[in-house]
């Protein structure tokens, strides 16, 4: 069965650095890759999504990459700034399938 | 601004009675919502998915006679926790996918269930 892994439980990176987080996947390609972010005790927010064809989505200092022969997105954030720090969850969804399926999530702490 | 809205935000309540969460989307019909759970520490598990007009579609393991959903509206469903346990002590989180933006899911802020 399809399985989603995000290899990091935390990462804690210097403010003002670039934060990279990675999701590798399983088997066969998903059609659509999502980015949320999850704070303590609240729901998912959604941040990025990324199509099967695409390479590469940009949106302020969020950036995400596919690369299908690979199996990996990753999700970068740039100047990154003690606010960004939460849980990042990368989920996919196949193309007749319209719930998602979640990796375990990477805790980022950004550092003063 | 919020597209999904969850209510209540958090709910206790007492070992074998039963406990209602309503999601609803904001402003735009959903013939298909989505139940997830969660525990602290963990991703979110997929409960069931939520069909306007028709039943609800459990994932493997999920009891449907005690997690029932109702979906009587194109933007609001319900998941009823009956006969609670303490187990039943989760984090409830719905989604529902949003028109006209790719396929992009949003999700509600959640509900804290505490069975006591």
């Known amino acids: 069965s399809q399985k989603i892994e995000q290899n990091s439980e935390a990462l804690n990176i210097q403010e003002g650095k670039t934060a990279t987080l990675t999701c590798n996947y399983t088997?066969?390609?998903?059609?659509?890759l999502q980015w949320y972010r999850q704070d303590p005790g609240r729901g998912p927010v959604f941040l990025l999504l990324?199509?099967?064809?695409?390479k590469e989505k940009r949106k302020e200092r969020l950036k995400v990459t596919f690369d299908t022969t690979l199996k990996q997105s990753l999700f970068h954030i740039t100047a990154s700034q003690p606010a960004d720090s939460a849980t990042y969850l990368c989920a996919f969804r196949s193309g007749s399938a319209r719930q998602l399926t979640f990796g375990s999530g990477t805790q980022l702490t950004v550092l003063p | 601004g919020a597209v999904v809205s969850q209510h209540p935000s958090w709910v206790i309540c007492k070992s074998g009675t039963s406990v209602k969460i309503e999601c609803r989307s904001l402003d735009f019909q959903a013939t298909t919502m989505f139940w997830y759970r969660q525990f602290p520490k963990q991703s979110l598990m997929l409960m069931a998915t939520?069909?306007?007009?028709?039943?609800?579609?459990?994932e493997q393991g999920v009891e449907k006679d005690k997690f029932l959903i109702n979906h009587a509206s194109l933007t609001l469903s319900t998941l009823t926790v009956t006969s609670a346990h303490p187990e039943d002590s989760s984090f409830y989180i719905c989604?529902?996918?949003?028109?006209?933006?790719?396929?992009?899911?949003?999700f509600g802020e959640g509900s804290w269930l505490t069975v006591v």
């Open positions: 989604s529902a996918p949003f028109p006209g933006t790719g396929n992009t899911i949003y």
């Open positions: 088997n066969y390609s998903p059609a659509y």
């Open positions: 939520s069909n306007e007009g028709s039943k609800a579609t459990y």
């Open positions: 990324i199509r099967e064809n695409e």
